[in-house]
């Protein structure tokens, strides 16, 4: 299906206004509904699940040590948008089909409101998980100025119900970052990337079987999803027109499997000024970003002397990734700024030297070095099965580093793929990475290095949550655990990997 690209406005979502705010906090209520939302004027509406009735959901906007409580509020219908498989770990038919959790990505939060992936609770706390403890969630919000995201979490179903809309942006403000004169207001846009797969009818595709149908199943998960067509902001190749000036953009990764790698065809630089928990230490220019699911960048761009120009943003990476199918015409093109709207009044922000102090974290703060693998399973239907230490979901909890301590968690890539790896409540820092030989770890469970220490790309030089783990490669981040305590999970982002069975809880003990 052919959509004209580019005729389309980008959407900006809006910030939601709270119930209430006083000195002690701010209190928001959200909810989950079912409506139907225009992804293509080309298209008949779409059936979408979005928060506030809004697919991305409306942005939330919070300061650094803020209180925040939000009620979230499960209004969905009892029947699922999407097919289910009720083979995969907490979609059994034990369970409702239809539940939701919410996950603050990035968030500094106390386990009880993280969005637990057994948390979930049904329409009008109905029925709930066996780890669910309170309908409204309580944020500290202990971060420096970043742009983290929410969305569904529920075990199981998570590629569903983030696919069928359940995400939006949840950006942290200070003054500090506000005092260096950043591109801010409507300068300043959160762009959400996603790819999906459209019906003529306009309603949204998941397949319900992989390419080779397992035989005995009426539904099966996917080894990953890719979709034919890109949406930012929940538009299919949008638009948007700019001023030629300086603007903020707030890139993030909002896919099921799919890895982006965006350029410009103007061939400028784009300034990227963070990472995904927050500024980095100086601006680097950069003419291509690459980004795994549940990632962030923020860039700025600037379209002066520009006017009457358009600037394609482009997308070249394969999937899988990194060793694929190359990209089409239509998962080529990300979406297109037009520089056409007049100057409003002269462009004084900045682009700022230094941006925020960075200290790394010394290796000899570490009390412990974890081993830790990204491993190929298979399950009784003969599917693939993605696994973290060769254990499932189900395996009693191994990784239980104590409050107050610093680890080294080294991700051992024993398959073919880039992996995003998530660390829910806490940030880290990425120390390198170095090919090694698998067989040879396969057999003898030795690490036997084959290439030189590979320090992290320029890019990712900053306070992280999510790390792309190469195939063949050991990625080693640090980790100082100094906020909470309690149950947690630390994950792959592509969702269908997560959902089978790539995730595992892990507990920070007092």
């Given amino acids: ?12 979502p809006s910030v939601l206004k709270p119930q209430w705010k006083n000195t002690h906090g701010t209190y928001y209520e959200v909810s989950m509904t079912e409506f139907r939302q225009s992804l293509h004027s080309e298209l008949p509406d779409t059936t979408v699940w979005g928060y506030q009735g809004n697919y991305p959901g409306p942005t939330i906007e919070v300061e650094s040590g803020e209180t925040v409580w939000i009620k979230w509020i499960n209004s969905l219908p009892s029947k699922h948008l ?22 603050v990505h990035g968030a ?3 386990w009880e409101s993280d969005g637990y992936p057994e948390a979930w609770f049904t329409r009008g706390f109905a029925e709930t998980g066996r780890f669910f403890r309170k309908e409204i969630h ?3 919000n202990c971060n420096p100025a970043s742009t983290h995201w929410y969305h569904d979490h529920a075990l199981g179903i998570t590629r569903l119900n983030m696919y069928a809309g359940l995400v939006g942006f949840y950006l942290i403000r200070n003054s500090r970052e506000r005092a260096m004169n950043l591109p801010s207001g409507k300068y300043d846009v959160p762009l959400m990337i996603q790819d999906k797969k459209l019906n003529a009818d306009g309603s949204l595709y998941y397949p319900r079987q992989p390419e080779q149908p397992v035989a005995g199943l009426d539904v099966s998960i996917v080894p990953e999803f890719f979709g034919d067509t890109l949406l930012v902001n929940g538009k299919v190749h949008p638009c948007l027109r700019v001023e030629p000036r300086k603007y903020r953009f707030r890139l993030l990764n909002a896919a099921n499997s799919r890895f982006f790698r965006l350029k410009l065809d103007s061939g400028q630089l784009m300034y990227q000024i963070a990472t995904d928990d927050g500024l980095m230490k100086q601006p680097v220019g950069v003419t291509e970003i690459l980004l795994s699911p549940a990632e962030r960048a923020d860039v700025i761009i600037d379209f002066s002397n520009l006017q009457g120009q358009k600037i394609l943003m482009t997308n070249d990476a394969p999937v899988p990734f990194p060793d694929g199918e190359p990209v089409d015409e239509s998962t080529g093109r990300v979406m297109q700024f037009q520089i056409t709207l007049p100057l409003s009044h002269i462009d004084t922000s900045v682009i700022p030297a230094r941006l925020a102090p960075f200290h790394k974290i010394s290796e000899r703060a570490a009390s412990q070095v974890r081993l830790l693998t990204l491993d190929d399973a298979t399950d009784r239907y003969g599917r693939e099965r993605l696994l ?4 499932g979901w189900e395996a009693p909890v191994t990784e239980t580093p104590k409050f107050g301590t610093t680890e080294i968690w080294s991700l051992i890539n024993t398959t073919a793929d880039s992996h995003p790896i998530h660390l829910h409540l806490v940030h880290f820092q990425i120390l390198d990475r170095r090919d090694f030989d698998v067989e040879a770890f396969k057999k003898e469970k030795k690490i036997y290095y084959t290439g030189p220490v590979l320090p992290p790309d320029p890019q990712e030089c900053g306070w992280k949550d999510t790390i792309r783990a190469d195939p063949r ?18 994950h792959c982002h592509m969702l269908e990997h997560e959902d089978y069975e790539m995730m595992r809880p892990y507990l920070i003990l007092r």
């Fill in 1 to 12: 299906m052919r959509l004209t690209p580019f005729i389309d406005e980008l959407p900006v």
């Fill in 473 to 490: 490669q050991v990625t080693r981040i640090i980790v100082h655990f100094s906020t909470f305590t309690g149950l947690y999970v630390w």
């Fill in 108 to 110: 500094c939060v106390e």
């Fill in 82 to 103: 999407l097919p289910i498989d009720h083979t995969v770990h907490g979609a059994h038919r034990d369970v409702p089909d239809v539940r939701t959790v919410v996950h």
């Fill in 138 to 140: 309580q944020y500290a």
């Fill in 388 to 391: 973290l230490n060769q254990r």
